[in-house]
């Protein structure tokens, strides 16, 4: 049997991704086709299928063969002979269409898996892209996209077989008659270039179909996915429309290609029933001036019909082809965008998880530290150290979210603004930085899986007192299996405060020692709310930053900053701003 490569993919790139060379569609398809040794498996798939092609053209000469020297004469023996041999083609044929579909089945899915590693990769890298994607874009190159390229293995395969089956079907013909020989010879690469001619429309309708219709499975993705937030917000309508749009601009791409598709088989048909039609009469008549045999007569014809399969399928060549370049180049553009956080210029970089600085005159440096300056973009300066509750209110939502996206290095920290336990967040390593700070998004999700798996602490002890301190019991114990009540779509079936404490009680259960919580509590009530205000001082170990406007958990908290009003940035307990800060009341409330 055939050997199976590695399942894995290339090595991951290291943090700073150095790159080889530029990932472009050759590059892509020399990756699928060869990379850990699966041109073995691509080499065993020719050689399967061309053999089984090479024995379906020689299926009409034997039964030519076999009336000529034992139907005709009346010789038992000899078509007793003539039958083994024909059973010996069919076994010959089975055989080899078995182990060239198993090799080159197994060639296209490991490609695929190596491709989706790739744009898995790319997209989870501690770095990221500094274009945001739609989760169903990537979806849908990592899906759909990647397993066209992965079929060049079948198309190569089959090509070659194809090429195998003609080449015979050549040789067969002349050896029974050199005129007709010729004749295939000739016709073939004419009828293969008037196909290629034919399929131009075809490709061109064929890239536009596959654009539009990924873009409508990105959309009906995140609209699926993000369901109860439209409903909320009332917006249903407004995406119904755009996905009517989308899909209604799908499906006329879709029809368009279909008509040229139509139009090139129909082409192709009468091309190829032409060239048969011509082999067999110009066959008859040879047989009736007596230069071949009526053996040769059923050869000629069973072989130029047999002809017919491979040399369409040749015709199609380039059509799949240039589906799959489109799709490679779709894969590519992916690959090669450019890093979010860019690497750093010279080696300061640390270890994930190395141990902070010394502390300095016997005063201990702050886990975080947000630094006042003139990249500081409005941040209001704050320190956290461990058992601390910082809270930071920012009016501005779209400065909440870009402080948070600094603290997890999802964008780039600037140089003097962000400190880690006493380093310049700037001269990090963002895998060191997520070791230390956990600063997960407002918008996280839950995973397909169990309650227990969405929460995942490794130390029990550490689960329950994540889970208690989000609040997050009161309903678990209510489901059918409890924590282990498998999850669906990512959690649709819970309301939107049941998803948003587990997110929370998997953020509180992180082992790095900084947690930055944004707006944790919007979608529960204030009764919950309370009582995860309550869970929040269980955290002795950690240093909590609460980018939040709520006073319920504001009032827990050791320390308020204020920010991004037009006034200096102002610092104090909860009780001690509303009393002294109009502003603060006016964001915050009583």
């Known amino acids: 049997m055939v050997s199976m490569p590695s399942r894995s993919a290339t090595p991951p790139c290291p943090p700073g991704r150095k790159k080889q060379a530029p990932w472009k569609a050759s590059r892509l ?3 699928t086709l060869f990379a850990n040794g699966r041109w073995k498996l691509l080499v065993a798939g020719c050689a399967g299928l061309s053999l089984h092609q090479v024995s379906e053209a020689l299926v009409p000469a034997t039964i030519g063969a076999a009336v000529d020297n034992a139907i005709e004469p009346n010789d038992a023996g000899a078509l007793l002979g003539w039958l083994g041999a024909l059973a010996v083609v069919f076994v010959v044929l089975a055989l080899s ?74 040789v067969t013909l002349l050896l029974i008659s050199v005129p007709l020989g010729l004749a295939v010879l000739l016709a073939t690469p004419i009828m293969l270039l008037v196909m290629h001619r034919l ?17 409508a499975g990105a959309l009906a993705t995140d609209f699926i996915t993000g369901s109860r937030p439209l409903k909320g917000l009332g917006a249903e309508d407004a995406a119904m429309g755009r996905y009517r749009e989308a899909s209604r601009t799908s499906l006329a791409s879709a029809l368009k290609a279909i008509r040229a598709k139509s139009a ?54 380039s059509v799949e082809l240039a589906r799959k370049r489109a799709s490679a180049a779709r894969i590519a553009v992916l ?32 886990l975080l530290e947000l630094l006042d300056g003139p990249d500081s973009k409005g941040f209001p300066p704050f320190t956290a150290s461990a058992g601390e509750i910082v809270g930071v209110v920012l009016p501005d939502g779209s400065q909440a979210r870009r402080l948070v996206d600094t603290l997890g290095f999802r964008i780039p920290a ?24 956990f600063a997960d998004s407002h ?67 992180q082992q790095q020692p900084v947690l930055v919580l944004h707006d944790p509590t919007t979608a529960v009530d204030t009764a919950t709310e309370a009582v995860i205000a309550r869970g929040l001082g269980n955290f002795p170990d950690k240093a909590l930053v609460l980018v939040t406007t709520s006073p319920t958990l504001l009032a827990v908290c050791h320390r308020v900053v204020v920010g991004g009003a037009d006034g200096p940035p102002e610092t104090g307990t909860h009780r001690e701003l509303l009393a002294t800060s109009a502003g603060y009341r006016e964001v915050v409330g009583s």
């Open 97 to 170: 269409w078995r182990f060239g579909t198993l090799a080159t089945e197994r060639s296209y899915n490991y490609g695929s898996h190596d491709l989706r590693q790739l744009v898995v990769e790319q997209t989870l890298h501690p770095r990221g892209m500094a274009t945001r994607r739609a989760p169903g874009e990537i979806v849908a190159i990592a899906s759909s996209d990647a397993d066209r390229v992965a079929g060049l293995s079948w198309l190569i395969s089959g090509a070659l077989a194809a090429a195998a089956g003609v080449i015979t079907s050549a």
């Open 29 to 31: 398809f020399s990756f």
């Open 335 to 366: 690959l090669e965008e450019p890093d979010a956080v860019p690497a750093l210029g010279s080696s300061t970089t640390t270890s994930a998880g190395s141990a902070a600085q010394p502390a300095s005159a016997g005063q201990p440096i702050p």
């Open 414 to 437: 600037p140089r003097g603004v962000v400190s880690i336990e006493g380093r310049d967040a700037a001269d990090l390593d963002p895998v060191h930085v997520r070791a230390r700070v």
């Open 443 to 509: 918008e996280g999700v839950l995973f397909r899986g169990s309650v227990r798996e969405n929460v995942a602490a490794a130390d029990a002890r550490l689960q329950e007192r994540a889970m208690a301190a989000a609040a997050v019991g009161d309903f678990v114990s209510q489901l059918p299996e409890g924590t282990e009540t498998v999850l669906t779509g990512h959690g649709q079936s819970l309301s939107g405060g049941q998803r948003q404490r587990l997110v929370l009680g998997r953020s509180l259960h």
């Open 199 to 215: 399929t131009k429309p075809l490709e061109n309708r064929s890239d536009v179909e596959q654009s539009t219709a990924a873009r």
């Open 264 to 317: 090139y088989t129909g082409a192709s048909t009468a091309l190829s029933a032409a060239f048969l039609a011509g082999i067999a009469f110009f066959a008859a008549w040879f047989a009736l001036q007596g230069s071949i045999t009526v053996g040769q007569l059923v050869a000629v014809v069973g072989v130029a019909q047999f002809v017919q399969g491979p040399m369409t399928w040749l015709g199609f060549l």
